[in-house]
């Protein structure tokens, strides 16, 4: 079981505080996400994500860094496959990418699109994520799509690495067939469930994604899983409760583990955590 960090940093001095201790610490990965508002508490400043994933990038040496998730709201594929090519370059090779389909209304308004139904989410969705896809292994033919067109896309240079592992956030069973079809790793999380009802479906769920991929001529281990912590799971409560979780999860075939930053009156708890697993 491998741990990262999510931090959604107010300033650069927490973004580079938070980087530091996640470097030293052993942390496998540190991640931010993509949202122009905090969508739990508007009052709490948030920078863009694919910025402060670049910052980091020229600030660390070792972790691996990422973007969960990049919020299709805002982006088109052509311009979010070259920031992930420019962001892997800083990084020297340590990039990862996540894409999600844009849940909370709060940022379909602020990019001026209409916030769109499931059914036509998860349409988008497979369109998005097939297309950074090819880009990302530099087919940069003309796509003729009915969400997300373009023609003559450029992508040069390559990427550092052979590919940039490609990480599609998914519940269900549409969602989980692009998972299937085009990603290297599939994340999820609690949004609004309780932990023993996310818990029993996220078994669910990965049951689905093994009998996808089986379809699909894929391995079930040729995609990792990533556990995003937050909402009712909460792993800072006890050094127990996050052994407890990290047992549970890694038991139905998770690889890793995301998990916010601490709050202040978390940080005791957080310390000791890191002493332990990391």
Known sequence: MRF???????????????????????????????????????????????????????????IR???????????????????????????????????????????????????????ERAERLREFVGAVDRLLSGDTRDHEGPHYPYSGA?????PVQPRIPLIVAANGPKGLAVVADHADAWVTFTGASAEEEFYQASVERSRTLDRLCGERGRQPGQ?????????????????DDFARMAERYEAIGFDEIVCYAPK??????FDKVVSRFA
């Open 4 to 62: 990262g960090l999510k931090v959604n940093p107010g300033t650069w001095q927490e973004a580079a505080d938070w980087a530091r201790v996640a470097e030293e610490s052993g942390f496998h990965s540190l991640w931010t996400g993509d949202n122009l508002l905090n969508s739990r508490d508007a009052a709490t400043p948030v920078h863009d994500g694919p910025t402060i994933i670049a910052a980091w990038a020229a600030t660390t040496t070792r």
């Open 65 to 119: 860094v990422g973007l969960l998730i990049a919020n299709m709201a805002y982006r088109r594929p052509t311009v979010l496959a070259k920031q992930a090519v420019s962001i892997d370059h800083v990084s020297a090779g340590r990039f990862e990418l996540g894409i999600g389909s844009g849940l909370w209304p709060a940022d379909h308004a602020m990019a001026g699109v209409p916030f769109w139904n499931p059914g």
């Open 154 to 158: 450029a992508m040069s240079p390559a």
């Open 223 to 239: 995609v990792r899983r990533i556990l995003l912590a937050y909402g009712s799971l909460t792993p800072w409560a006890s050094v």
């Open 264 to 269: 202040p009156d978390e940080r005791a708890v």
